[in-house]
């Protein structure tokens, strides 16, 4: 018998306008992401745009990349930026967090010409760990401040006489570990110091524009709690708080039992609560006073093939683009917190869009997730209700990476996940729907509660004859999406929604 589910929108029940910063992504200076992932220098064979690799450039272009954080992750802790400006020759060689030979050919101006040419954001990460407010405060001032001082002169020096004004800055990451072993407490008087001398009171706002400050959050409801309480009377200078979520040892990259995959998709839970904790806390020390977002600005999954000694590359499979989708889904609903969300990372690098192989570029089944989602950029996020069949009751708790992270009752893993949202115009509705069953397909009936109804519209599928399938350098298209029209009338239709798929509808409103 076929299964059957159900999608109902409320078409006046917004949940929130959805933060296009939501789809943004991750660079670190690791394994092989920025050598040669985007940087191949200007002499290179392979083509590039003032050293920057154009395959990639034309590829990420578009999925309309909101915003990109770099230069890490724990390599950003251990960063002297002074060292990635001025003539390449000149830069020193040093030894990464992640014990490479850093070779500093991209650095500030660099990465923020990369982000220009693929229409980003710039999300800076500054040193805490082993860096000072005054090297924090100088960059700040290097990348945004219009006047003649030392540092504006410098970056006009090296080629960019305007200043960048950019916008988001994490102080420090994972100071709880790689980025200082900090307690709470501790990191809270950094964050204050730091935070102080790049946006207190008497920094020249006008000048450095007007900046938004992320201070390093965890999983670990007790920091978060320590940390918003002991800057409760200085939030002033925050504007988020940020969570690192990855999903670990699910079986291997390609090598999965269905059960990984079940577990794995059940884990998706376990992100929700810690955002839902990380919420809990800062609207109950923002209060009235300031609305403080939280960005998730680590996450994807991690499996055992990413190591230090495999460069942190793993592959991408149809069971990866799953995840990704469904966790967009949960980013959605929870749009109005959270503000921020970086994909870990772009390039040749753990949950990664991209894969290189000298002059090849391929894109992965989640690089296709982020092109069919990119249409609710910006959209409101509408209020829908679910009903599906039930795939797959939870197991007992599921093994912990991190032992310290608090195991809860899971709920069954349904085969339908989805976010809705509408546009600007109220003219067009974006539904984002997964089916997550291994081998059923889902009659799942589409209605519209309100006074509108519904026109023609297309949907894009991504699927394949097995959720293990990848894309590789022999096949780089064997997951790749189909598009096709859809008929729409009145106040619903019907969608037989693929095994293991990923579903963009988008639908006209009349
Ligand atoms: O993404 C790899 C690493 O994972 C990052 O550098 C760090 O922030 C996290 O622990």
Not at 135 to 163: D, F, I, M, T
Request: glycine fraction near 6%; aromatic fraction near 12%; include cysteine.
């Amino acid at each position: 018998m076929v299964k059957k589910g159900k999608l109902i929108i409320n078409l006046d029940e917004v949940i929130g306008n959805i933060n296009p910063n939501i789809y943004g992504h991750f660079a670190e200076h690791i394994g092989e992401l920025i050598y040669p992932g985007i940087w191949v220098g200007e002499d290179s064979k392979i083509p590039n745009i003032e050293g920057i690799r154009k395959d990639l450039v034309e590829a990420l272009k578009k999925i309309r990349p909101p915003v990109i954080r770099w230069p890490g992750g724990c390599f950003a802790d251990a960063y002297h930026w002074m060292d990635g400006i001025g003539p390449r020759e000149e830069r020193p060689i040093r030894v990464s967090f992640w014990g490479d030979e850093e070779t500093n050919q991209f650095g500030t101006d660099e990465f923020l010409k990369f982000c220009s040419m693929v229409g980003a954001e710039p999300y800076i990460c500054l040193n805490v760990g082993s860096g000072s407010p005054e090297e924090a405060r100088s960059w700040v001032e290097y990348c945004n401040y219009s006047g003649n001082s030392y540092y504006a002169q410098l970056r006009a020096k090296n080629g960019h006489p305007e200043p960048y004004r950019v916008k988001y800055w994490g102080v420090g990451n994972e100071n709880w570990g790689c980025g200082g072993c900090f307690t709470p407490r501790e990191y809270a008087s950094e964050y204050r110091r730091f935070a102080n001398f790049i946006k207190g009171f008497c920094v020249p706002f006008s000048e450095w524009g007007k900046i938004e400050l992320i201070a390093c959050g965890h999983t670990e409801r007790e920091w978060n709690r320590i940390l918003m309480e002991s800057l409760r009377d200085y939030l002033y200078l925050v504007d988020h708080l940020s969570i690192h979520y990855y999903f670990h040892a699910y079986g291997g990259d390609i090598k999965f039992s269905d059960e990984d995959y079940f577990n794995l998709l059940l884990s998706i839970q376990q992100l929700e609560y810690h955002i839902w904790q990380a919420i809990t806390v800062v609207d109950h020390f923002a209060e009235q006073r300031k609305n403080i977002g939280i960005v998730v600005d680590e996450w994807g999954v991690w499996y055992p093939e990413a190591n230090l000694k495999s460069k942190f590359r793993q592959q991408n499979t149809l069971r990866d683009a799953i995840l990704a989708a469904s966790v967009l889904n949960l980013f959605n609903r929870y749009c109005r917190k959270v503000v921020m969300a970086n994909i870990s990372q772009l390039v040749n690098v753990l949950q990664a869009l991209f894969l290189t192989e000298g002059s090849k570029l391929i894109v992965t089944p989640t690089y296709h997730v982020f092109d069919m989602y990119k249409y609710h950029m910006a959209n409101d996020a509408l209020k829908a209700e679910i009903s599906s069949p039930i795939i797959k009751e939870p197991p007992s708790p599921p093994k912990p990476f991190f032992v310290s992270i608090p195991l809860r009752k899971l709920k069954p893993l349904a085969a339908l996940d989805a976010s809705v949202s509408i546009n600007r115009e109220r003219k067009e509705l974006v539904i984002t729907l997964v089916n997550r069953s291994l081998d059923e397909e889902v009659e799942t009936e589409i209605l519209l509660r309100g006074d509108r109804e519904m026109e023609d519209g297309r949907k894009i599928i991504l699927t394949a004859s097995d959720v293990r399938e990848f894309n590789d350098f022999d096949a780089p298209e064997r997951v790749k999406p189909s598009e096709e029209t859809i008929r729409a009338r009145d106040k619903g239709f019907v969608y037989m929604a693929p095994p293991h798929s990923v579903n963009t509808l988008i639908v006209k409103l009349k």
